[in-house]
């Protein structure tokens, strides 16, 4: 499927942290072997440009905030240990190979079309919402998190693609602003 492709862009991965608990065996078949299956495709037909996609999941619960690249990774699900170990494939491909890997790492991406009920809080909160129902908020609420726009994560994947090949990542892709689980409940409310 890779042949005749300059670029290519790795973003198949299964999602779903709570399944991961009942599945993680798919979750290393899926995200570590189909990565390994990609970057080993890329190297062989010397495609000019690899972008893996990874997650801020990686980094788990923040040891500081903003999370930078230097943040460390904490595997604090199964997918989110599946995650690490296919960022670390990449990049040895990139180190081992010098294949033309670069990892970007998007923070809760946000937009039309979110499916409901897949795990993301802005669908869920706003299904809850127009439903009447009460919003799901998990702890206290005062956990903060980084949304991003669709439109944004969409460009920060096609400017990877045109980057030079010594810019390998990772790179975070998200809002420099945080807001709480619980003040987005409020909005969305307020909203809806």
């Known amino acids: ?11 198949a991965a299964l999602i779903a942290i709570p399944y991961s608990y009942h599945s993680p065996d798919t979750y290393i ?4 072997k189909g990565t390994l299956n990609v970057v080993h495709a890329a190297r ?5 440009r690899m972008v893996h996609t990874s997650t801020s999941e990686v980094y788990g619960t923040a040891r500081f905030v903003p999370i930078t690249e230097e ?5 604090q699900s199964p997918y989110a240990a599946s995650k690490i170990g ?3 494939m990449a990049q040895s491909f990139f180190s081992s190979f010098n294949t033309p890997v670069a990892t970007i790492r998007p923070f809760n991406t946000y937009g039309p079309r979110m499916q409901p009920d897949d795990g993301r809080v802005v ?13 799901t908020v998990y702890g206290t609420g005062s956990q903060t998190r980084s949304f991003c726009y669709i439109d944004d994560t969409v460009e920060a994947l096609v400017r990877l693609m045109a980057t030079p090949h010594e810019v390998t990542g990772p790179m975070n892709i998200g809002n420099p602003h945080e807001i709480s689980v619980r003040e987005l409940a409020e909005r969305i409310m307020r909203l809806v």
């Open 1 to 11: 499927a890779m042949q005749g492709c300059d670029v290519v862009m790795h973003l």
């Open 29 to 32: 078949d899926t995200n570590v």
């Open 44 to 48: 062989e037909l010397g495609v000019e």
């Open 71 to 75: 943040h460390p990774l904490q595997g």
């Open 86 to 88: 296919a960022d670390q």
């Open 123 to 135: 669908s869920n909160f706003i299904v809850q919402a127009m439903a009447g129902r009460e919003l």
